[in-house]
């Protein structure tokens, strides 16, 4: 969908972040679409908006603009929008749901939802549905889906009209960025629990910019001291050159290494290590390289 057929305001996801109070209120009267790489993947619409123009649809003449308006809303957004009456039973849903469901409007407007939905593991879904029938009370939370290609999408189910709408944006990629961030944050933790193995990261210069508190350890100084020294200053003069330019190379090829060196530990003092270092792929190729170095056995 082109940016400029969408009825309401189009925003990049960076303006909506610094300005979501204002789009927020906005959305009371109009939707506001979220840009992606330059295309529509969310769209905000107040509630009560959606409301108002769902109430249209039952209206006469002067609601056809509303009417249209609404229906142009449901056909463009990527959201998933199912409406359903009182008993469940659907009302209406838009393009992006009917696609991820895989069925056409016709054959289900008016079919109970748990027909559609009826593996048991979706089960607390169409609970969550009937408490918000029953209370009034929105929920949201995360599905995962059971068959076919895995996506998690989140779900936001509230009442409108005389009915209850349900909301389903996929979050699969975020999701997985959310648990491998998990992953990483477990992963640092027994790094930091193991004696002798200690990490850290440096930028494009080889300067370090962040390291765990057992590299202080290995070299016998104040943590404060490590962040902003040259990597390679923390090792021994007859190996600081081979590590430099092991470095060098890592920084300009993009090429990671590993090697045995020897750190110059409290003055006199040196510790011999193996040092690993790779390039940082959070931020792209000029953006510096993590290491880890461990203390070889005596």
Known sequence: MFPEKLTGKVVSATAFVRNFGAYARTAGSEPIHILNHGRPAWSLIATDHLAR????????HEHDHDRLALSVVLDTITTKVIMLDADLRIIRVNPSA????????DDIRGVPLGTIMSDIRYQFILRAIERVRDTGV?????VDTVSGP???????????????VMFADETTAQTLVRDRLNVAHVYEALMDALPGLARGTINARGVITA????????VQTDPGRIVGMRLS?????????????SIETLLDDRTGFTMTAVLQAGGT?????????????????DDGAIFLLQKSAA
Do not use: Q, W
Not at 53 to 60: F, H, M, P, Q, Y
Not at 138 to 142: C, K, Y
Not at 235 to 245: I, K, N, P
């Open 53 to 60: 123009l769902s109430d249209a649809r039952s209206g006469g």
């Open 98 to 105: 009917r696609h991820a469901m895989m069925v056409d409007d």
């Open 138 to 142: 929105s929920e949201t939370f995360e």
């Open 150 to 164: 895995p996506r998690t999408y989140n779900v936001k189910v509230e009442m409108f009209a005389s009915g209850i």
């Open 211 to 218: 390291a765990s508190p057992a590299l202080a350890e290995l």
């Open 233 to 245: 200053s923390l090792f021994h003069t007859s190996v600081r050159t081979a590590v430099a330019d």
């Open 269 to 285: 003092e040196t510790t011999s290590v193996m040092l690993s270092a790779s390039p940082n792929p959070t931020h792209g190729r």
